[in-house]
C-alpha cells in the first residue's frame, strides 16, 4: 500500500495542461490554470493534465526521491493511468490557493482514494507550482512521508 502512495504522489507531481500563450500570466490567470489543473485530476484526464506541464519540467516531491526530477508529459501520463488502475476514485479536495507573485501558486489540498482490496488513503499535500507562459515548469510537491521513510530503515 504505501509503494501505491509512492506512485500516487510521484504521478501527482507529473500533472499538465497546453496553454500556447506566450504572454506573462498574471495571478488571476494562473489561479484559473490551477483550477483547471485540478478538474482535469479529478476527472482522471491524465493527458490534458499532463499537457498543462512543458514539455520536461521539474518536480520535487518526496515520493520521487530527494533532489529535483525532471519529468515528460509522457511519464506523467503513464504514471497516473497506472495509479488510477489502483485507485479507481482518486480525488483531489483543494482547500486553499495561495497565488505567490506572478510566476507561483501555493495550493493546499487533501488527496483521496481506495484500492480494490477496500483500503484508503487520505493525505494533506501541499504544492508549489511554478507557470510560466501559461504552462508548469516546476511542481514542488510537500506532504508528510514519515512512515514511507520509516519503513526504508
Known sequence: ????????????ALISCNNQNNKSMQAPDNEKLVKQYFEHFNNHEWT???NMY???????????????VKQTRQQIIDKYAELNKVFPNLHDEV???YPSGNRHIIVEFVSSGTAADGSKFELP???IFTI????ITKDFTYFDNFEELESKK
Open 95 to 97: 482547500i486553499q490557493i
Open 132 to 135: 510560466e507562459n501559461g504552462i
Open 125 to 127: 499535500i501541499c504544492t
Open 54 to 68: 512543458s514539455e520536461i519540467s521539474e518536480f520535487k516531491d518526496p515520493s520521487l526521491g530527494q533532489g529535483i
Open 48 to 50: 490534458k493534465m499532463a
Open 1 to 12: 500500500m504505501k509503494h501505491l502512495l509512492i506512485l500516487f504522489f510521484a504521478t501527482f
